[in-house]
């Protein structure tokens, strides 16, 4: 699995999630339940991650909802 978004944006990671999962897109957030770990004060990234063979498929989705700016590279 690789890297496509990291962001500390919780509605951003929801928004891509449900993008992921309506393209049947199999995924992980990494991270998530850092959130215990750190207070809740979101300072901890959350990280979405594809399978390698997934990412450019994802990418395309994820640059078709205009959110592109938000990929890593």
Same mark, same amino acid.
């Given at each position: 699995?690789? =890297?496509?978004? +990291? ?9 891509? =999630? ?10 992980? *957030? ?10 809740? !004060?979101? *300072?901890?990234? +959350?990280? !979405?991650?594809?399978?390698? =063979?997934?990412?450019? %498929?994802? +990418? %395309?989705? *994820? ?8 990929? %890593?590279?």
């Amino acid at each position: 699995m690789r =890297e496509l978004v +990291r962001t500390n944006d919780t509605v951003l990671v929801t928004a891509i =999630e449900a993008l992921l999962k309506g393209a049947g897109i199999i995924h992980l *957030i990494a991270d998530q339940n850092m959130s215990v770990l750190e207070g809740s !004060i979101g *300072i901890l990234p +959350r990280r !979405i991650l594809v399978a390698d =063979e997934d990412i450019p %498929r994802a +990418r %395309r989705l *994820i640059a078709s909802a205009g959110l592109a700016h938000e990929l %890593r590279p």
